[in-house]
């Protein structure tokens, strides 16, 4: 982990009041296959970085460069995570609890990897962002990955 | 995300029925700063993927190196997340629901973030665990690595 600074813990504030609901929060009752739990805050770890690069690029929250960085750097590093151990057999949605995988996962296995690749790679595009428009310039790119995967390997709400 | 084997996704089965209570089930109730919410997803994860190795290390799930390899990655990767979002001032124990987080986080921001960077090591030297008892051996400083955050970093339960 890297060193933070006062400027950015002092920006940091305003993360701390992003509007977005944690997924623990919403789905508190079941008691989950550790596997998808462990998924979810994944899940939840990668919302919550998008959460501060759109309030940045919305102007909701003021741009630093060291919290942008960490933000995208953040969500590289949660989509580079080694899937053996998040994506196992038999939690597939309807087989477990609170899983809106599909089986699509494990039977192209290649491509749900390539949509975490292409997700790394719309993260490390915003690392550098200069300032809040080019964060916005980025956030398409990113936000189309979420929707791309999330297209072809969730299943409906449970 | 790499792409996993069909060995590893089977033996992965076992990984989801490891009796480790999510942090998010025991936790339900509160509405957290999502700074925090995102903090306790990355815990469950590192816990889950300890939970892991601990097994293999039991002999409570069969050794498998792509399986000990990820989880250990994983762990590594986890611990090297930026602090930047995730430990933002304002949210430490008693200013903020559910937070366990010591004022010394902040003041001794080096001291803290050197806990994750032992982490990390120790989680990479497991990465080439040959066996269950090459885990065992390394289960001991991994441990240690939680331990000594916690006491220092960490105040009591809420």
Known sequence: MNIFSRKTIVLGICAGVIATASWADSHSAEKLNPAVAARHAQMQM???????????AKGEMEYDAAMVASAAANLQALAKLDGATLWVAGTEQGATAGSRAKPEIWSD?????????DLAMASAALIGA???A??????????????ACHESYRGPKN
């Open 46 to 56: 990668i919302g919550y970085n998008i959460g501060i690069l759109g309030a940045v």
């Open 109 to 117: 296995s290649a491509g749900f990897a390539a949509k975490f690749d």
């Open 130 to 132: 200069a300032d809040a």
């Open 134 to 147: 080019a964060v916005g310039a980025g956030m398409g790119d990113l936000g189309g990955t979420c929707k």
